[in-house]
């Protein structure tokens, strides 16, 4: 064998060797390209606001242009407020809208004022949906104010995630006092049978949409037809509230009040 040709029997192995670490090393890099770290918690600021303030005094952000909010330096998502509504639906604030004009809607007592934020992972990281990102509502971490039934400010599901884990929306309830959110229930009676309802939401641990006082509540009929009784159940950490009505004429529709009285405030 000539010296030429073992030089070059010898550098074939050597090229073939190179050519695989290359190819591994490339690999490896679009293995860690790929990863994506799970997002652990989720963080945002907001300010205690009292009654006459402005609502805009409730938020700190990082950037009102974009509407984005204050988050912990160096986290791994924004949050980017949404909108605000009353109770009623009537919207306050909606995406893309004046701020500098609807911000300084007055904070009022004993109106809930539902603020929806959305968490959006920067690159490299994903939110958690399973359970539809349940866990980022039970660990919500909001500094500057007390959050839990009956606190500063109360965190509930929001509309909304990401399959792919890249967003999640998460609903802001805050009230000075109690408030009752969303539809009114209805009951039908008919004249000498006695007809029963249970009030009752899946969401909450009260039976209707309550925030602004801790629990257990009793529920009491303050204006209801002849006939009426009301009982409140509470059990394992729920306050259900059972009506029965029976109807002794016929009556046209009305509206039949009932009073939920919460530990602090009715």
Known sequence: MTKRKFLFSAIIPVFALCCTILLGTSALKTAKADETTIIESLEVKMNKAE??????????????????????????????????????GVS??????????FGKTKIEKNEPYIVRVKFEAKAGHKLDVSGEGEKYVESMKVPGLETGKGKDIEVWSGSGYSMDG????????????????????????????????????????????????????????????????????????????????????????????????????D
């Open 51 to 88: 009654e006459g303030n402005e609502i805009s005094s409730l938020f700190e952000f990082e950037n009102q242009e974009e509407m984005l909010l204050k988050v912990p330096d160096g986290a791994p998502y924004t949050a980017k407020l949404i909108y605000i509504q009353y109770n009623t």
């Open 166 to 265: 890249s967003a999640k929306e998460v609903d802001f309830v805050y009230s000075l006092g109690i408030s009752r959110l969303g539809l009114y229930p209805s009951i039908y009676p008919e004249i000498g049978k006695a007809v029963t309802t249970t009030y009752a939401t899946s969401y909450t641990d009260t039976a209707y949409w309550i925030a602004g006082a801790p629990g257990p509540f009793e529920y009491k009929a303050v204006v209801a037809p002849i006939g009426t009784e009301v009982q409140t159940v509470n059990v394992f950490g729920k306050s259900t509230c059972h009506v029965q009505l029976t109807a002794v004429n016929a009556m046209s529709g009305g509206t039949m009040l009932i009073r939920a009285g919460g530990r602090t405030d």
């Open 92 to 101: 306050i604030y909606e995406e893309g809208a004046d701020w500098s004009f």
